[in-house]
């Protein structure tokens, strides 16, 4: 009974959030795979390492489909998503934790530049 009155505070939680902040959701979770995928390399954790991956690969297509084209800054994102799906699709096949730590880097600078802009909207408020 406990676990579904949290379920339903974390569906509700998530239903009053502003489309900022569901956008640093998503990147802390997709920060929080890769991490996952890094540490399951190194114990060679195979399944928990493709898991991690192939949800790092999942949140990566639901931002691209998400994306508002009206933006100009949609195209260079859409070119950044294939990028990092691209490179994450080599790591999970290559098992390699060097292009992983690469996307990992860049992943976290666009989710530190998101929530930047989202204090300083907020801030202009």
Known sequence: ??????????????????QGELLLLLYDELVKRLTQAELAIEKENWPVFE???????????????TLDKQYPISTNLAQLYEYFTYELGRVKIGRRSEPLAHVKSMVGELRDAFRTAQKNGESGK
Do not use: C, H, P, V
Request: hydrophobic share 35%; glycine share 6%.
């Open 1 to 18: 009974m406990e676990m579904r009155g949290f379920q339903q505070y974390k569906e509700q939680s998530i239903n009053t959030m502003t």
């Open 51 to 65: 898991a991690s991956i192939q949800r790092g690969i999942d949140i990566i297509a639901y931002l691209d489909q």
